[in-house]
């Protein structure tokens, strides 16, 4: 089973101890999340991982009452085609 794990600035999915997806989540102040790159590797493409690990972030930030800017374009446009996320997009 994969799971997404925080590693600091960072949502990771790792698999056999070797990671294959992440999500950089760089703090805006005190109320705001930027998402600044989102990477799959290509083995894991497809899989929709990408999509996974920006619900993982949309949780987080809903958790810590934060909003999220999402300036890497797959998370762009992952966030504004979910209507679900939109309560947590700024």
Avoid: W
Wanted: charged fraction near 35%; proline fraction near 2%; include cysteine.
């Amino acid at each position: 089973m994969r799971n997404i794990l925080k590693e600091g600035d960072q949502f990771v999915m790792r698999e056999e101890g070797n990671r294959i997806a992440e999500i950089s989540v760089v703090p805006s102040g005190s109320d705001r999340l930027i998402l600044d790159h989102t990477f799959v590797s290509e083995a894991h493409r497809e899989e929709g991982i990408g999509e996974k690990l920006v619900e993982r972030v949309v949780e987080f930030a809903r958790e810590e009452n934060k909003k999220i800017i999402p300036l890497c374009s797959f998370a762009k446009s992952v966030m504004e085609q979910n209507k679900a996320y939109q309560d947590v997009l700024n």
